[in-house]
């Protein structure tokens, strides 16, 4: 091939560029490499011809660096060094601008490297803002969000443009990090985007307004997950703790947080129940705070799951209006004596011995130390003889710290006590006590704990306490704190249950599913070691407020305890639990390990909702699913296109408890499940799938231990995060499954159960009558109107003994005769009586037939609620012409 070998006046810009072009082609890098220098030095005007041959070189693609024009300047670069001389100083201010014009139009691309170069060679920063400011919205222009977002920061041109049309599309296109560097260093831009995000938690916001304020953004379903209330709110939350923005201004994204703060408060309390009144009336006092809003759903949620004496008496402490009370409220409130209008404090400290029960003491682990074992450090002099003890050379330490549960209201909370264990003695650092956090003994203390090698400190998830001690004393983000002699039994117990997992893969099929599933974190080590887990009542406890209960103090010296017994169990036997001879070896081996986790995690994330193939193979052939190409079905499985439609009654699951809503949307379209109970273990679910054939529904981890102990796509896993009803119709989609209206409360919705009893209304009067439901005068008054009601509307009396039409959902169960309910007890021959307390008799008039379940007596009759099953399920729902006349016109009620 013919080099260059032209005078430097003679040299074509075009025909280097060609030949550079021909050489990329060819891949011929280390020639092209050699060509370009030399022509480089050859061109009369170097700085103008890298332009002209920039704009010339084909193949240029936003965002990619192995590009022929990058890599020209690349080489470019490397042989300006080698040239200072050639500079814009050579160039009158007319031809320097021009350069600068037409360089700042090849800034189209986002490698930083290919920006950086053309902005140094053709010093771009100093061209006047308004050109610069016109280039960024010609980009904008041109949909190249992140373009001008890159440039505007490189060129420091954020004050110069509109904050929300630089940010709002970015984030519309899942690039908030990039909407973050735009505003990071200016505290009003900052201020700007926490408010429009916060903006954006309120109730009333939909994404249609911003869609159509910026409607050249395609706006992708992953994109739209990302702008749920729940996503923003975390998002403005962290951003006000970031750029340290008062809180103030983000009140929708708090109002947010506090209320699922609250709700899920009200779950562990009336529906977990694992919540002590004490701890739970603390933390939603501090929830709640001066909200009406809250309040007023507090009360709400009260009368609906508590009482209405507690619903009146959290009315009366915040004096909610009379017109945001619920039904009942006020009344209950007028009929309250003087001690029952304020919330029952109860001290059960005072009275609570420190040894507790002996069922308690059977269930849970136990610290070995007498109450005079455990002494609080609140003043120096007790700190002195702390240190003397804790510090010792050669002692083991177990360490564990306490903080008030903020809900993430707070970005980081301060260490409420610290928790000093060794083999005599719990130290409980009062970091409340007046004074004794500010002390610098205080600090100075910890820092050599911390520091000291020749004192093991054992410790579990550590990370979580060093971020809150950060937070409790701000001299440690100047100077951090020296680890050494740090043993993190986390690890550990990771390196367990890896080794527990790969023995369960490669064993017998009969391992039990999920074991230990029941505890977690610290608990479960201590279950998998000792025997016995942790008694977590108190772990969410009000920790800053004095004095502490006994069981708080139980519980805060079993944190730090048991690490010492965890340790001494696995040192004297590593083997038994997989683990090196060497237990300190295993922390220092993590580092690895943790970037191997950190790429799992990105990798589960980018496939959340599709799980691998070869997770899912074989769901096609337990129940074949219909043709459907939207993302996200379950298992990430394209179900097959020429599969039949199944009815409700073939599909047989069982629910995870954690998936209970879905169960009951199922059941309520025909479909047979069980739910498991809110203590069942996971296992359960696996017997009842082998013994009953039944697909089990789960999320989050335990799918992975169920999957492998049933039959190949017998396991399917959904999205936790779903709406019940939206993953209702997932799993009926994925197994084509295509319920009818007539489908529609088949089954009990209490029981599962198929077979109903069909009671007129004079029967189930004389039934009301017999057990004291219904009074003689009331019964006669009841059938008197209801007969009235039924000429009026029919023109004909309901004849005692005459069956009216029967429900929709007839064909689709089974039918039992009411002479099989026994006359006396009023009990199916199973042994359940009929639920006759829910039938209040100011439905007799209006209902005519009742339903119910023989298995567990609960009755039904027809109402509203059909109506709305049926506009939630219409995009699965098979209705007939028939079926759309009716549909309004009956329901089925409980």
Known sequence: MNHITQEAAGLDPDTLREELFELWNRKDLQTLRFVALDGFSKLPEPLETLLTILEGCPGRQKGRSHTLGYYILVEFQTWLKEHPQVNLSSFTEQQVLALQRRALSLLTETQPSFVDSLLNIYQLGSLDPSILRLHIVRLQALNCYKEAAVLSIKLQLQQELNMEEMCVPLILQDKLPLAESFVTGHSHLEKQLVTLLDSWCHRDFTVEEISKQFPRVALSKHCTSQIHPKMVTKHVLRLADKFKIDQALCPNALHKRRLDSLRFLMYKRFVEKTMTEENWSDHVQ???????????????????????????????KYDVPRNRLPCGVWEKQQSLPPELQQICQNDPGQTEEWVPSQAHCQ???????SKDKVQFVDTPEALKRCRSIVLKEGGIVGVDMEWQPTFGCIAAQQVSLIQLAVSDHVF?????????????????????????????????????????LVATWHQLVEEPLKMEGLLDLLSIHQKILRGKANRTHNGPKEVLVGEDCAEKGLSLLVQQVLGRPLDKTEQMSNWEKRPLRISQIRYAVADAYCLLDVYSALSSNPASFGLPADLRSISSSQSEKSK??????????????????????GAQRASPPRSDTEKGLLCGEKPSEDSPPLPPQQLRVVCDNMLQGLGRYLRCLGVDVVMLENNDDHRVAAKLAQAEGRVILTCGQPFQTLRSQVGEGRCLSLDCSEKARDQAVRVLKHFNIQPTPSDIFSRCQACNSDQYVAVPREDMVRMLKQKGYLEEQNSDQTLQESHQQEEEKLGDILTPGVTPEPPRYALQCRWASLSGLDPDTLTFPGGEPIQLHTVHPGLLPKISLFYV?????????????????????????HITDEDAESAGTSAQQN
């Open 286 to 316: 501090y929830v709640v705070a001066g909200d009406l809003e809250l309040q007023v759903h507090l009360v709400e949620v009260l009368a609906k799951y508590s009482t209405l004496e507690k619903a009146s008496q959290w009315s009366l």
């Open 853 to 877: 379940c023989t298995r567990c007596g609960k009755v039904f009759w027809e109402g509203s609620h059909f109506g709305r099953v049926l506009s939630m399920f219409q995009e699965v729902l």
């Open 596 to 617: 191997d986790q950190k790429r799992k995690e990105k990798q589960d994330k980018q496939t959340k909702q599709a799980l691998s193939k070869e997770e899912c193979q």
């Open 363 to 369: 269930r849970f682990y136990q610290v070995p130390l």
């Open 428 to 468: 409980l650092l009062d970091l409340c006590a007046n004074g004794f956090c500010q002390h610098p003994e205080t600090l100075g203390f910890i820092r050599d704990l911390f520091s000291e090698r020749n004192v093991l400190k054992l410790g579990y998830g550590m990370s979580g306490d060093i971020k809150c």
